[in-house]
């Protein structure tokens, strides 16, 4: 307990002190006309949603884990 | 009074840093985020392996009202053959059809995209219906998208030829997502989901061993699990573009699972697109898995799901570009194969009392149509 405390009055002292300074402003570095690689089909983290999803199915009911893939998908009593 | 002074302007000292981080994070003008394009997607799908046949048709159509809303309807056939290990070795083979619809709109406000789903699943033994709310927002002048979501799930848990048998089961996922572009050439996403179960959890139809003998299975009626993922994705220039991604998992039935996965993409000529992509999967067992229980604990499970093991699946699809005019209609052919090797390591067959594995192939045929 007494180092959680410690560590809660040292969050608060250092938001106190920043408070006090300037942040300094972070632009975007990458521009707009600068991300055409980027727009690129082979380039998206998910192509097809039906392929994907049946991908998602087929692991979700032979693998213990689950989530954090992105693909939204639906119960079933298939395990 | 002299203290309550001094915690209002600590709080507003607070508010000043908060605002001025929301300042770095939302500079300069909003932009607007696009609507999902119209679509309509027709897949075949298929796998084969362990003892198990599953195949069927799946559709999906998009289609946008007056630039405000996106509707799409989905349906999704699984057609399933059952003569898996576990099957034939305590039951008998069956074949079942499951049936899901779902419906989806999306709703586009400057850089915020909100998601409204639901989704039902049809078998003859069980029913699911679930609802979801996905939120994502552009910030930091496009470079980066954060996303939340929730989804909520009730099943209904039957027994074929058992009316007396009655049971339910609830879930609970939260989602929170993070995309980032790093470079012009590399791009990283970040996923984190809480999910919580309650209910019952397993199969009505399984059977665990105990001292030899099969007993129905005992499955706690709870579980909690949290799954991360970060991934990767670079642009390789003329040799077309390179994923990685990596996903820790862990649970409250002592389940730790580690999925690392990598890809590439390349174009063949202005039709083509060909892509390799490869899968690693390891997880240790519950800790109320047991091949064979050598004591008596309130639960036990031999459900293969739950045991350790690992899984390495490759595979390549290929894409074709069949017809194409820029800014009216674009056509897609695309096939698809992985073939998966599962490797248990505390599963065995009870008929050799060998360690059990399998090879499983999947196959995917679909057509793909944005106009």
């Known amino acids: 307990m007494t180092i959680l405390r410690a560590l809660a009055c040292a969050a608060l002292l250092g938001a106190t002190l920043l408070a006090g300074c300037s942040v300094p402003k972070l632009e975007p570095w990458v521009k ?48 | 009074m002299a203290a309550t002074r001094a915690a209002i302007g600590l709080w507003h000292r607070l508010l000043a840093l908060l605002g001025s981080l929301l300042g770095v994070l939302a500079p300069g003008v909003s932009r607007a985020v696009d609507l999902p394009g119209d679509k309509a997607e027709a897949l075949l799908h298929s796998y084969i392996g362990g003892g198990v046949n599953a195949y069927g ?3 999906l159509v998009r289609k946008s009202i007056m630039d405000k809303v996106s509707l799409s309807g989905t349906y999704y056939m699984d057609a399933v053959s059952n003569a898996s290990i576990d099957v034939v070795t305590t039951a008998s083979k069956y074949n079942e059809t499951r049936h899901e619809f779902g419906l ?72 929170f997502g993070l995309t980032q572009i790093l470079t012009s050439r590399w791009l990283a996403s970040l996923n984190f989901d809480a999910l919580s179960d309650d209910g019952y959890l397993g199969s009505p139809y399984r059977s665990a061993r105990v001292f030899g003998a099969f007993v129905p299975e005992r499955n706690p009626r709870t579980r909690s699990s ?24 862990t649970d409250t039935w002592d389940i730790k699972a580690h999925t690392a996965e990598a890809g590439w993409s390349r174009y063949f000529g202005e039709a083509w697109l060909a892509d390799i992509f490869a899968r690693y999967y390891t997880q240790t067992h519950a800790n109320f898995y047991s091949d064979n229980a050598m004591t008596e604990t309130v639960y036990v499970s031999r459900n ?44 065995t067959d009870v008929r050799t009392g060998e360690l059990y594995g399998y090879g499983a192939n999947l196959f995917q045929v679909y057509l793909s149509a944005t106009y």
């Open chain 1, 32 to 79: 707009p006309y600068e991300r055409e690689r980027l727009a690129d089909p082979i380039m998206k983290l998910s192509r097809d949603s039906l392929p994907d999803k049946h991908f998602e199915h087929v692991r979700d009911v032979r693998e213990g884990a689950r989530g954090a893939t992105g693909v939204q998908g639906g119960g079933c009593g298939c395990n």
């Open chain 2, 226 to 249: 949290r799954a991360g993922k970060v991934k990767l994705v670079g642009d390789l220039g003329n040799f077309g573009s390179i994923n990685f991604g990596y996903r820790y998992y």
């Open chain 2, 57 to 59: 048709p799946a559709v």
């Open chain 2, 104 to 175: 989806s709109a999306d709703y586009v406000y400057r850089d915020a995209q909100i998601t409204l789903g639901a989704m039902t699943s049809h078998e003859p033994d069980y029913v699911a219906n679930t609802g979801n709310i996905d939120v994502t927002q552009e910030v930091f002048g496009g470079m980066t998208t954060v996303a939340f979501g929730f989804t909520k799930a009730s099943d209904k848990v039957g027994k074929k030829n058992s009316p007396e048998f009655s049971d339910h089961a609830h879930h609970w996922q939260y989602r």
């Open chain 2, 304 to 347: 293969r799901q739950l045991s350790t093991f690992n899984d390495i699946g490759l595979g390549g699809r290929l894409s074709y570009n069949v017809r194409r005019v820029p800014g009216r209609y674009d056509v897609k052919l695309i096939g698809t194969y992985e073939y998966t090797r599962y490797k248990f390591k505390d599963f």
